[in-house]
């Protein structure tokens, strides 16, 4: 009696993601503490955003204000890059993503503050 072995199919060659795009443009309001962020494909999303303390870094709450009313994004800005983090789906599979692009951005350049656990930095 003679044995067939199942057939495999060919394996398909090794294609490195695609690195995410950094969003093309962005504005913060602080009166209204409101983040616009525009991407590459011309959306516009609107964002306000809610300053949170955690024990290491800084959570901010992005809830979005426009089409996808009351949808919540939280980011985390940590002391160490490799703390940032994001709920998104597009940070979940390019750990980068708009929200914590547009927020790492807006701290450096002290518009938006960081909150560490004794306050303020």
Avoid at 54 to 81: I, P, W
């Amino acid at each position: 009696m003679s044995s067939l072995s199942p057939s495999r199919a060919p394996e398909k060659p090794f294609t490195p993601r695609r690195p995410p795009r950094p969003p093309q443009a962005w504005s913060y309001c602080q009166s209204t503490r409101e983040l616009t962020i525009y991407d590459y494909a011309g959306q516009m999303s609107v964002y306000h955003v809610d300053v949170a303390r955690s024990d290491c870094g800084c959570t901010y709450e992005l809830v979005n204000v426009d089409a996808r009313f009351g949808e919540c994004r939280t980011v985390h800005v940590g002391d160490d890059r490799a703390d940032d983090s994001c709920d998104c789906a597009g940070f979940c599979y390019r750990e980068q993503c708009k929200h914590l692009t547009s927020c790492v951005e807006l701290i450096r350049r002290g518009i938006l503050p960081f909150v560490e656990k004794g306050g303020v930095r």
